[in-house]
């Protein structure tokens, strides 16, 4: 059980490549979201997926693509890389319950934009 | 403006002192979370509240959930070096369209 797993760990990209964050979770779970995380200002919301085939935006939305086709996975796309766009980014996948709401993040991705 | 506000950003204690982080939000909440994160590494899981003016303790660790669910604490008693890490609370809330909104987090530094 390997839990929530991100590729690549780092990555540098020049102004106006486009990459795709990998994401992977083996427990089964409908809920995943990416964050980023910039210093002071916490994890914000990029996108979120209740479940294969339905994806929504979050509070950061702009620059970014995301799909679910499979419950497994839940990659980002960076379309076209700014430099606003250096961070961490975390991927995670939500245990959902009666009164339950457990977030498990993955590793992260350390992305630099030159 | 953040809608879930943390403080303090930065604290800094001797090993054996108490530490403190508090956390408001603008609205209401139905349910907050309390997460960890070490140096380097990803946001961990601590505890998750939902009745106000719960208080749940984990060894050394106690969080409240005010009594109008709108505050919440994490209180850590004779702090050890391995409680350093950015501890962040996160609240959820139907004004928040039901997904958690994050605080900007409260740095431990433990000195030994």
């Known amino acids: 059980n390997a839990g929530v797993t991100q590729t690549p760990k780092f990555q540098v990209l020049k102004t106006g490549q486009s990459m795709t964050l990998q994401c992977a979770q083996d427990m089964n779970h409908e809920y995943m979201s990416w964050y980023r995380q910039d210093p002071g200002m916490g994890l914000r919301l990029i996108h979120y997926?209740?479940?294969?085939?339905?994806?929504d935006q979050g509070e950061v939305p702009n620059g970014y693509n995301v799909s679910r086709s499979t419950t497994e996975d839940f990659p980002l796309r960076l379309l076209s890389a700014a430099p606003s766009q250096t961070s961490v980014y975390f991927c995670?996948?939500?245990?959902?319950?009666?009164?339950?709401?457990?977030?498990?993040f993955g590793p992260g991705t350390r992305l630099t934009v030159l | 403006g953040q809608q879930v506000m943390q403080i303090p950003q930065y604290q800094h204690v001797q090993e054996g002192e108490d530490f403190t982080t508090y956390c408001n939000s603008s609205?209401?909440?139905?349910?907050i979370q309390w997460y960890k994160q070490r140096p380097g590494g990803h946001p961990v899981f601590l505890i998750q509240?939902?009745?106000?003016?719960e208080v749940k303790k984990q060894k050394r660790l106690t969080f409240q959930f005010g009594e109008a669910k709108k505050n919440s604490s994490l209180h850590i008693t004779a702090t050890q070096t391995t409680d350093v890490g950015t501890y962040f609370c996160a609240g959820m809330s139907g004004e928040y369209g039901n997904k958690l909104v994050f605080g900007a987090g409260t740095i431990l530094r433990v000195k030994s």
């Open positions: 509240l939902v009745k106000s003016g």
């Open positions: 995670a996948s939500t245990d959902r319950g009666a009164l339950r709401y457990t977030q498990y």
């Open positions: 997926s209740v479940g294969a085939g339905i994806t």
């Open positions: 609205t209401t909440l139905s349910n």
